[in-house]
């Protein structure tokens, strides 16, 4: 073993005292070891004075650092080296200015040196304070190894194990362990947190037709998107594939968590550049809320799943809230695949036809085929239902070329001025087969194809758009029609109507229902979509018309077309040929006078609270900022009373009207949107304080209200009758 190996080893431990190291070697003695061992590339030496100033570095030390290195002599140490960034992974360390200040021993530390030369390296520091005879500090002597390709190294691995490589965001282990040590630290304190969980809606597409290259591409310009929209009010995470999560800490409030999702989903549907071309993609959101869904880390995180489950079974480029009937859900919509298989095959899904007729003369110009299914034990099955259920597998094939065979050998049967329109689903439009399948129809019924219309919806302008406009191209060259179908609800980009494909838009139903409403801003929107679609040739159809006062203004907007309940319901085709036969292509429209607010009616039991008592009633119908009950007798007006719509919704209400048995109630805080066509309370009545009054703290179930304990606990006298309620299993 050479010489100066040895005395290295006892050098680079530290300078423990000035008359060890000066002992038994002269000053050039020592430089001289110094410098053969640093030429070993064994270490590097350093020393500083009383005051923390570097007094004395090795020479190649001094060398490694470039033109720097010969003014660093006097200047203090912290300037010279750096703490390192915390950094994922990276070791913690207490700061060097720490250390020094406490006259500690630097034991291994990891800092950044600048080279002089633009980039940086990091050195191990290992250094002693130096004491003289009388105990006074003298400086620190120490050594330092470059460990600049090891510690990139080593950094890279602990990254890319909590790091998703392709985004640079949190990866699926990251975002565990935070939900895992989030969840148990909030618990303690007694905060909230919520999970969102991402699917992005037909991002396979995209990689299936440009290739993986452009599918990575554009996983990073959606984390870009979504860490732009969440900056600091979470985490956002990606789990795998196209899969996000996002981790939002004090967060509870529904509306703000919805109005977020909200902007996601606009956000993320924006046109992609990749590479010179474009594509759109969506996402579907699903939103757990801790603790009201979930104590646990598994258990909040698969209602997070079940709601994005939801979320995209409704169509996609929505968010859903989790509550605890999608639990049941999931597994009835399994069920209900089965069902339906069987259904098609014995073929009982039927279609009705609903008239699309023009307000101004009432003579229907087409009619629109829409599924039925009656099942023996369910009853009447809806297809917003059954058509996201036979879409997850191959079944929306075989149910599509049903129906579209089905309507053009039907419409045959009608006058030559009434066409038929058929919807198709994204799915069964973009598979390779669809325009044989529509030409194969055509040919087998002997129907003219300008009698024929396809409504598509905004979801197929997801994927690969130039793949898109080809399937458009080839089916405008059969001759048929094509209608834009729920025009406003989807991706809501403009741009796909400038290429001209359509002859038809519908617009929505969301848009329709309500515009009469004093501050509405749907007649402006209604206005300038008739407006567009007139520019660029396109006939116009009002969906979902139900009031005479809704007719009466979209007439006046200008839709050429009106599809609603004022003028008919969907009919069979006994019913259509026999209103034909009878020489009338004319529908009378009849409804209510006016728009009433939207109200869902509901024959539901949930629980009234009034002064301490407990009642049952029956949910009649509910909207924002009411409902109706029945249930009790003897209520008068102006009862303050508190609604528990279940699942924890408490809702502080007065009875505003009040006949016999049933009662009109106005809340005080309007309830808010589900994001699926329901309502529910901004916030819910937390696990924490339920678990104050003794219940074991867990997830809120559906009669979240801890009805049987409170019953015990207030055995009070009612001021009201209690009616029997007949509502079975409720
Ligand atoms: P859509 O294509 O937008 O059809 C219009 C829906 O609105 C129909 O619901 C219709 O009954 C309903 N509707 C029409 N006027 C009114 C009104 O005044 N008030 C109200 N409240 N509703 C009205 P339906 O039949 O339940 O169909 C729901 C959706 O299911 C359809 O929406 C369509 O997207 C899908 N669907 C139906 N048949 C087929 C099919 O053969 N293939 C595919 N792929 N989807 C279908
Ligand atoms: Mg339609
Ligand atoms: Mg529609």
Known sequence: MPLGFRKTSRAQKGVASEQQVASGSSAPERAEVLGE????????????????????????????????????????????????EAEAGAPTQRSLAFKLKARSKLDEQIVAVPD?????????????PLLDSTGTFRGYRGSAVDISAQYAYETQVARQSQVDELTGLANRRKLGERLTAMLAAFRASQRSCALMMLDLDRFKQVNDTMGHPAGDELLKQVAQRLTTIVGNHGEVGRLGGDEFQVLLPDMDDRGTLGELANRIVQSVSQPYQINGRRAIIGTSIGIAIAPYDGVEADELTSAADMALYSAKETRGGTFCFFTSELRDAASKTALLGDRLRDAVDRGELKLAYQPLVDPRTNEVKCFEALLRWH???????????????????????????????????DALDWPDTVRVAVNVSAKQFVRPGYRKAVAAALRASGLSPQRLELEITESVFVGDLETVDAIFRDLKKLGVRLALDDFGTGYSSLGYLKHGHFDKIKIDQSFVRGCTENGDINPAI????????????METVA??????DELALVKERGADLVQGYIF?????????????????????????????????????KVGLIHEDHYYDVILRNLSKTGARITGLAGVPVGTDVVLDLGH???????????????????FE???????????MTRHRISPYSLAEAGIPLAALGAGAFPLAKWREANKTIPKFVQLELSVPNA
């Open 37 to 84: 061992v640093e030429e070993l590339g064994i270490g590097m030496f350093w020393a500083t004075d009383a005051e923390d100033r570097l007094s004395f570095m090795s020479q190649r030390a001094l060398a490694d650092l470039g033109a720097i290195g010969d003014g660093l002599i006097g200047k203090p140490l912290t300037s010279v080296f750096f703490d390192i």
């Open 568 to 604: 008919s319901r969907p009919m069979t085709q006994d019913q259509v040929l026999a209103q034909f036969a009878e020489g009338s292509a004319r529908f009378r429209p009849s409804g209510p006078p006016r728009h009433r607010s939207e109200r869902i009616t509901i024959f539901r």
């Open 116 to 128: 002089g030369r633009g980039s940086t390296r990091w050195w191990r520091l290992n250094g002693r």
């Open 543 to 548: 969906e979902g018309v139900e009031a005479m």
């Open 669 to 679: 805080t309007a309830l808010i949107s589900d994001g699926s066509g329901g309502f």
């Open 375 to 409: 099942d023996e034990d369910q009853g009447d099955i809806s297809p917003a239902q059954f058509i996201p259920v036979a879409e997850n597998d191959d079944l929306i094939i075989k149910i599509g070329e049903m129906a579209l065979r089905q309507a053009c050998i």
């Open 648 to 666: 924890g919704q408490l809702v502080v209400s007065k009875v505003v009207n009040a006949s016999e048995n049933s009662q009109g109630l106005r």
């Open 526 to 537: 209604i206005a300038a979509i008739v407006a567009l679609a007139k520019a660029l040739g």
